[in-house]
């Protein structure tokens, strides 16, 4: 089954600085990739999709790209402010038309 | 619209009880979806339904069951309640398991199991 891994437990960054969270797959090359916003006690909420023929994908001040051949998505945060602290997942399909499988997530801070 | 509504938000539970976490979506979804959330593990699919009267099992089946009567509501069943079944709840729903299949979630019921 798919196994997804997110780079890392938790990224503090500066406020105004880019942040740049990794999600890698290991087996099957999903049609599309999809970034969940999750804050303490609530549930995920979602922000981008981006499907495997496009590479990148731009909202506001969020960018999502997908590299099918490396097997890689990041997503950036530009400009970077303390209310975008928050844990971030990355969930793809586990195979075909099966239900997503979400990574464990990073926790991203943003320092003022 | 409501959305994805989830009760009750928090309870307790001796091992060896039972109870139900209920789950309704007014968005008219098709398919719906239960997860369990534990620290620092991501979220586990236990059971989803693709419709009324279809359900299948996910990746962490054991100790629950569910039931799709409707379209808009999806009851996660616990039965014998153990230590391990201390989780987050979450329930998602979504409009098609196609080429978005985005979900929509509820705020999760926080279970402890004593």
């Known amino acids: 089954s798919q196994k997804i891994e997110q780079n890392s437990e938790a990224l503090n960054i500066q406020e105004g600085k880019t942040a740049t969270l990794t999600c890698n797959y290991t087996n099957y090359s999903p049609a599309y990739l999809q970034w969940y916003r999750q804050d303490p006690g609530r549930g995920p909420v979602f922000l981008l999709l981006?499907?495997?023929?496009?590479k990148e994908k731009r909202e506001e001040r969020l960018k999502v790209t997908f590299d099918t051949t490396l097997k890689q998505s990041l997503f950036h945060i530009t400009a970077s402010q303390p209310a975008d602290s928050a844990t971030y997942l990355c969930a793809l399909p586990n195979s075909g038309n099966t239900p997503l499988v979400f990574g464990k997530g990073t926790r991203l801070s943003v320092i003022a | 619209n409501a959305g994805v509504t989830q009760t009750p938000k928090f309870r307790i539970l001796k091992i060896g009880q039972s109870m139900t976490l209920q789950c309704t979506q007014d968005m008219n979804h098709n398919y719906m979806y239960w997860y369990r959330q534990d620290p620092g593990m991501g979220l586990k699919l236990i059971y989803y339904s693709v419709g009324a009267g279809i359900t299948d099992k996910g990746e962490v089946p054991n100790g629950y069951n569910v039931s799709r009567s409707t379209t808009e509501d999806f009851p996660l069943r616990l039965e014998l309640a153990a230590p391990s079944q201390t989780s987050v709840y979450f329930c998602?729903?979504?409009?098609?398991?196609?080429?978005?299949?985005?979900?929509?979630f509820g705020p999760g019921t926080r279970l402890t199991v004593l």
């Open positions: 981006i499907r495997e023929n496009e």
């Open positions: 998602a729903s979504s409009y098609s398991r196609g080429t978005t299949d985005t979900q929509y």
